[in-house]
């Protein structure tokens, strides 16, 4: 059943990935390096990670979370991955290994970080050292930029005196300055031998339109170098950079050929395919960073054998002054941008593809045809684990699946260094859950909307609407319940009729109905059905009413007084005068749709006492009456509706005699007719003659008196058994 629940449950899945969505290019916390750092190549999938987060966060709560959310983040193995989760505790422990810490940047300031740089297991072939053009630099040199090219071949007899392995300048040398400054550079290039130059692709408007223009260094320091390469990365649509380059004169092949050249013995890994992603190790500040000056007199600043067989990496890396210029600040978004870190300098991007080529550990993504396979498995699943739609249930099944498709993803992520964009199967299986809540809830309009055709003819228009809004209230199909039936009856109808033209039986016949069914309507009673000129109606089903026997007899005693206006607009339209009578019981029925399963259904109810309440409305004939109820609704009234005892009967049928009353407002009456049917069910002739012909002497028009007084004449003259407990049998129906 779509209850409220579902409902709810469904807004909230609506509007927290509508939110999300909005919050995801800010999303910040715990969570954000996973979400931002394994993003598809076109970034559409931080937001919808970022999403799933939220929602996970909403329905799982944060220790659910952490575990398989921290584990996709971006280091390289799993030993980092969970000194991600012990830092925080061995950071509140005091556990501290400062002076095994790579020189910390201030972006590791977390535990949680700096736990990880001392975890973290970079299996190449040589340290990656990073010299930076930095602020410091700029200060203590006392030199403007662009520098003297002297200064820069300096730096390189510095670094091939403390022994670097290779030294990488992300810098481009394109113009000619001094010639004997360009002049010793080429002769410092020349005499390390193991120098890769930068080139690059500078995108310029023309009056044909844009054209692409390649940077090249200087002739006489290109042919000094070991090798030049492109250093332009590839951005994505939201601007960060999380490709390695595949051209073939790219930065990073130039600068493996090199060490292919220098190191014949090593085991190099296999290069990495087309499209493969830059796992990062870690935000702005991982890898070791010296200035440039200090560069210059590594014997002054550095450890002894700190650049021994490095692989040195040249570049800028200043954000304030305004030598460099704001053109030539090489800063960039990385997947960690969006997370709060800041940009990141365009050599540490290079030490990062470096780092991922000679370990092997580039992230490759996976065909579409698998990202489709395991989306479609996801969504089938989904399909399967929803077929029968409850809310709960089904979003903690959504929930399980969600962490299932994140669990595949980090087992491929660290363990084969694969990448699977989750977006589709995430997405699926939000859409199954949407798809499913709404087929539910359009099954359960459909059923609403049988539900009132079904009951709108019998019961009145706010239990109709109950019912549609609690369908759980309604057993179908029957179930035994007690009710409080009524039968009415026209008196002498059949008769009546034949004087009448069809038109004008339909119109009074309709007229009628029409006002008897109002009334049972308006004390919450349901119409089973119109039996010619007779109505059956009844209390407490399909909705429960507690006051089942208290609402019936109200509804009968409306009924007969609504007769005599009824009387007056049928007898002012040409119509004649009618005369109904009513019978009222309580008892154990089975109430229920009844039918043909292949053609008509209603709601109806079955058994002894729905026969009974029948036989009550035709006791009316004998006693004069326009109303009888059993003692069975009388016990239920508790006081309620003041009545009058009428007689012990035994209708056909029935060998057990009932006790029925009809409600009386005179308490006088009602009490001298007790006295006198207790006196004649005693057998005292003469004490109950006497009491009754005082009655009708008070009342003439009483129609109990006379009834009884012809009993008594009779019993007079024909005296009853012994065993004679006063009651009257009654042959007729």
């Given at each position: 059943m779509f209850r409220r629940a579902r409902l709810v449950a469904l807004v909230l899945l609506v509007v927290t990935f509508a939110i999300t969505a909005w919050w995801g290019v800010t999303f910040t916390g715990p969570w954000a390096d996973m979400a931002h750092a394994t993003t598809g190549p076109d970034g559409t999938y931080d937001l919808v990670v970022t999403a799933f987060v939220s929602w996970l966060v909403t329905f799982g709560g944060w220790l659910l979370v952490v575990v398989p959310l921290r584990v996709l983040t971006p280091f390289p193995t799993l030993?980092?991955?969970?000194?991600?989760?012990?830092?925080?505790?061995?950071?509140?422990?005091?556990?501290?290994?400062?002076?095994?810490?790579?020189?910390?940047?201030?972006?590791?300031?977390?535990?949680?970080?700096?736990?990880?740089?001392?975890?973290?297991?970079?299996?190449?072939?040589?340290?990656?050292?990073?010299?930076?053009?930095?602020?410091?630099?700029?200060?203590?040199?006392?030199?403007?930029?662009?520098?003297?090219?002297?200064?820069?071949?300096?730096l390189i007899d510095a670094l091939s005196a403390a022994g670097a392995g290779v030294i990488a300048f992300d810098v481009l040398f394109e113009f000619p300055t001094d010639p004997a400054e360009d002049a010793a550079l080429a002769e410092s290039i020349q005499r390390a031998g193991n120098v890769v130059l930068a080139a690059g692709l500078v995108q310029q408007e023309t009056q044909h339109g844009t054209a692409w223009?390649?940077?090249?260094?200087?002739?006489?320091?290109?042919?000094?170098?070991?090798?030049?390469?492109?250093?332009?990365?590839?951005?994505?649509?939201?601007?960060?950079?999380?490709?390695?380059?595949?051209?073939?004169?790219?930065?990073?092949?130039?600068?493996?050929?090199?060490?292919?050249?220098?190191?014949?013995?090593?085991?190099?890994?296999?290069?990495?395919?087309?499209?493969?992603?830059?796992?990062?190790?870690?935000?702005?500040?991982?890898?070791?960073?010296?200035?440039?000056?200090?560069?210059?007199?590594?014997?002054?600043?550095?450890?002894?054998g700190e650049l021994a067989g490095a692989l040195v990496i040249i570049g800028r890396d200043t954000?304030?002054?305004?030598?460099?210029?704001?053109?030539?600040?090489?800063?960039?978004?990385?997947?960690?941008?969006?997370?709060?870190?800041?940009?990141?300098?365009?050599?540490?991007?290079?030490?990062?593809?470096?780092?991922?080529?000679?370990?092997g550990k580039a992230i490759r993504p996976l065909s579409a045809g698998a990202g489709a396979a395991v989306a479609a498995l996801s969504v089938l699943l989904a399909a399967l684990s929803m077929q029968r739609f409850r809310p709960l249930r089904s979003a903690v099944a959504a929930l399980l699946l969600m962490l299932g498709v994140l669990l595949l993803v980090w087992l491929l992520f660290t363990r084969g260094h694969w990448w699977l964009p989750v977006g589709s199967s995430l997405l699926g299986i939000a859409a199954t859950y949407l798809l499913q809540a709404g087929a539910a809830y359009m099954a359960e309009r459909k059923q609403r909307l049988l539900i009132k055709?079904?009951?709108?003819?019998?019961?009145p228009e706010a239990v109709v609407e109950q019912l549609a809004a609690h369908p759980e209230r309604l057993a179908l199909g029957g179930e035994h319940r007690e009710l409080t039936l009524l039968f009415t009856d026209l008196e002498g109808f059949t008769t009546l009729s034949e004087s009448l033209t069809p038109q004008q039986t339909a119109e009074l016949i309709n007229r009628y109905l029409t006002a008897m069914n109002q009334v049972v309507f308006d004390h919450g009673g349901s119409i089973d059905k119109f039996i010619g000129d007779a109505v059956m109606a009844f209390w407490n089903a399909?909705?429960?009413?507690?006051?089942?026997?208290?609402?019936?007899?109200?509804?009968?005693?409306?009924?007969?007084?609504?007769?005599?206006?009824?009387?007056?607009?049928?007898?002012?339209?040409?119509?004649?005068?009618?005369?109904?009578?009513?019978?009222?019981?309580?008892?154990?029925?089975?109430?229920?749709?009844?039918?043909?399963?292949?053609?008509?259904?209603?709601?109806?109810?079955?058994?002894?006492?729905?026969?009974?309440?029948?036989?009550?409305?035709?006791?009316?004939?004998?006693?004069?009456?326009?109303?009888?109820?059993?003692?069975?609704?009388?016990?239920?009234?508790?006081?309620?509706?003041?009545?009058?005892?009428?007689?012990?009967?035994?209708?056909?049928?029935?060998?057990?005699?009932?006790?029925?009353?009809?409600?009386?407002?005179?308490?006088?009456?009602?009490?001298?007719?007790?006295?006198?049917?207790?006196?004649?069910?005693?057998?005292?002739?003469?004490?109950?003659?006497?009491q009754w012909q005082d009655i009708l002497r008070n009342h003439p028009h009483d129609p109990l008196a006379p009834v009884y007084l012809e009993r008594i004449v009779a019993l007079r003259r024909e005296p009853p058994p012994p065993d004679w407990e006063g009651s009257m049998a009654l042959d007729a129906k």
């Open positions: 030993k980092q991955q969970l000194a991600t989760l012990v830092g925080p505790v061995l950071g509140a422990l005091g556990v501290a290994a400062r002076g095994q810490e790579p020189q910390p940047d201030p972006t590791l300031a977390s535990p949680a970080r700096r736990v990880a740089a001392l975890l973290i297991d970079r299996a190449i072939l040589l340290p990656i050292v990073l010299v930076g053009i930095d602020d410091a630099s700029l200060a203590e040199l006392q030199q403007r930029w662009p520098w003297p090219r002297g200064l820069h071949a300096r223009m390649r940077k090249e260094p200087l002739p006489q320091l290109r042919d000094a170098a070991a090798g030049v390469g492109l250093v332009n990365l590839l951005y994505d649509r939201d601007q960060a950079l999380r490709r390695i380059p595949d051209n073939d004169d790219a930065f990073w092949r130039r600068v493996v050929a090199r060490l292919r050249q220098q190191l014949p013995d090593a085991n190099f890994a296999a290069s990495p395919p087309e499209g493969a992603l830059i796992r990062y190790a870690g935000p702005p500040g991982t890898y070791p960073r010296i200035s440039f000056y200090q560069a210059l007199e590594p014997q002054r600043y550095l450890p002894e954000r304030s002054a305004a030598d460099i210029g704001a053109a030539q600040v090489d800063t960039f978004a990385t997947p960690f941008t969006q997370a709060g870190h800041a940009h990141m300098v365009g050599m540490e991007i290079h030490a990062n593809v470096f780092e991922n080529v000679l370990s055709q079904m009951f709108s003819r019998y019961v399909p909705l429960a009413d507690p006051d089942h026997a208290l609402h019936a007899v109200r509804a009968a005693c409306a009924m007969q007084q609504a007769m005599p206006e009824l009387n007056r607009t049928l007898v002012a339209d040409g119509l004649p005068a009618l005369a109904m009578r009513i019978g009222v019981h309580t008892g154990q029925v089975l109430v229920g749709n009844m039918g043909s399963r292949i053609g008509r259904l209603s709601y109806t109810a079955l058994g002894d006492a729905v026969n009974l309440a029948s036989r009550l409305e035709g006791a009316n004939k004998a006693y004069g009456t326009g109303i009888l109820l059993s003692s069975a609704t009388a016990w239920l009234l508790a006081g309620n509706i003041p009545l009058r005892v009428v007689d012990l009967v035994r209708v056909k049928g029935k060998h057990v005699a009932i006790e029925v009353f009809t409600p009386c407002d005179d308490a006088v009456l009602a009490h001298r007719s007790e006295q006198a049917v207790r006196a004649f069910r005693q057998a005292d002739w003469d004490g109950a003659q006497q």
